[in-house]
């Protein structure tokens, strides 16, 4: 049983080795930037995501056809393996310049709460208008994700337990999860960017995630990106 994993190990290790650059070959020197400033600067762990197919720019290079987060998740290294070494980073980045960067949410990193993008502009606007302080946003073309301070599951299944309704297209990002983050690559060809960035956002100040889940639940109620997958 251990050859026969260790050989399936090997195979998966293998396909992603196809994915590397070429020797010579140059990737986008902004992903190694955004993952040392995440890591030295920000103290955010991070890791390399396992990114697309080079033959369709919209699948998934792991080796699952179905995949729910294309191109958006950890594969290997796996999850635990998030970091703020700069040591490490860099290999990461150096081995595999256009993997997207990964934030490993929860513990003393942020969290955060995502939902899909036209919602999230009238929730922003909304708590704009009431005079919240809002933390750094990532946006996709389809997805934005507020990022909160550090919440347990137990906290949240408390504060979402009190609602009368929450809908499938608000999602969270906790302990054990994880999110992408700019400048990585986006599905259909777009990419991962700043709508509120750390600077612009005050810093590296996050909002408590009872601050905002009521505004975006409520915006959420009834939008379209439900489903399971999710189009990062």
Not at 20 to 35: E, H, M, V
Request: hydrophobic residues 40%; contains cysteine.
């Amino acid at each position: 049983m251990r050859e026969i994993l260790g050989r399936r190990l090997q195979r998966l290790r293998n396909r992603l080795k196809t994915l590397r650059p070429a020797p010579g070959q140059s990737g986008d020197p902004a992903l190694l930037d955004a993952a040392l400033t995440c890591a030295t600067a920000w103290q955010w762990p991070v890791l390399p995501g396992v990114g697309r197919s080079g033959a369709d720019s919209n699948r998934c290079a792991c080796p699952d056809p179905d995949c729910v987060v294309p191109g958006a998740h950890p594969f290997d290294p796996g999850l635990l393996a998030a970091t703020t070494d700069p040591r490490m980073v860099s290999w990461w980045w150096t081995n595999r310049p256009t993997a997207p960067v990964l934030l490993a949410t929860g513990g003393s990193a942020p969290c955060a709460v995502s939902l899909p993008a036209n919602a999230a502009a009238r929730a922003v606007v909304r708590l704009d208008a009431q005079g919240m302080r809002l933390g750094p946003i990532v946006a996709t073309p389809t997805r934005w994700a507020l990022l909160v301070a550090p919440y347990s599951l137990e906290r949240l299944g408390e504060l979402l337990y009190a609602k009368d309704h929450v809908p499938s297209a608000l999602r969270f990002h906790g302990e054990g999860g994880y999110l992408l983050l700019p400048p990585s690559p986006a599905s259909g060809g777009g990419q991962v960017r700043w709508e509120r960035d750390p600077a612009d956002a005050g810093g590296l100040w996050l909002p408590e995630v009872e601050a905002v889940v009521h505004a975006l639940v409520e915006a959420s109620s009834g939008a379209s990106g439900g489903g399971s997958r999710l189009a990062y």
